[in-house]
């Protein structure tokens, strides 16, 4: 069975500019977490989908970000316009139920904006 | 507010030694506890859970971690670590069945 997947690995923009990552959940999973790690702290939560719903997106920095979840499968984070604290690591995560479940992680997309 | 502190940000060690990476978590009535493991250029991969039940939780690996409920402690534990061992290891807990909080980190440096 695949585990989550990210795209890009990595993406290098300069400020300004728009960035989308990609995130594949595990097949038949309905709750799917972005979270970002900035400059080596702790991995932040951003927001979690049920399905193609909006759950909690409390951790969301700011309207520059944008986050969908098209059908209920893969998931979308755009950064538009980036800026430079908006670098770091963003990791998107899946698990089947809520509760005490096990998320799953992708490998993160590490993003730089210059 | 919920939180999580990994104290040590780096742990150099020599291999066939033992290892304790820390982590301290603030308290709630209903909390989980995890243990996740990144090595180089891959993603977080869980080592163990606490849910409920014993305060004793082993994982992959030969890690194990106690609960301690009343130090709000989660620390994890190796009697002997390898080379393959180096790696960042995480500190996250679950507060209401909801979204996770991560410690910042603590990069595990095995030693030969």
């Known amino acids: 069975e695949a585990g989550v997947t990210q795209f890009p690995s990595h993406s290098v923009i300069e400020k300004g500019q728009t960035v989308t990552l990609r995130c594949d959940p595990i097949s038949g999973h309905d709750n799917l977490y972005w979270y970002r790690r900035v400059m080596g702290k702790e991995i932040k939560f951003l927001l979690h989908f049920v399905k193609e719903s909006k759950q909690d997106e409390s951790g969301m920095p700011n309207n520059r970000f944008l986050a969908e979840r098209t059908g209920g499968t893969y998931s979308t984070l755009k950064v538009q316009p980036a800026e430079l604290e908006d670098s770091g690591v963003y990791f998107c995560a899946s698990s089947q139920g809520t509760g005490p479940e096990t998320q799953y992680f992708g490998p993160g997309t590490r993003l730089l904006v210059l | 507010a919920q939180s999580v502190t990994q104290l040590d940000s780096q742990v150099p060690v020599f291999e066939e030694a033992p290892v304790e990476l820390r982590c301290n978590y603030s308290s709630s009535v209903s909390v989980y506890l995890f243990w996740y493991v990144q090595y180089p250029n891959q993603g977080l991969q869980l080592l163990l859970k606490?849910?409920?039940?014993?305060?004793l939780v082993k994982g992959i690996n030969g890690f194990e971690a106690e609960f301690n409920k009343s130090q709000t402690s989660f620390h994890l534990r190796k009697p002997s670590v390898h080379i393959s061992d180096t790696a960042e290891y995480f500190c996250a807990a679950l507060y209401n069945f909801n979204k996770f909080y991560f410690g910042s980190g603590t990069k595990l440096n095995v030693k030969p």
């Open positions: 606490y849910l409920s039940g014993s305060t």
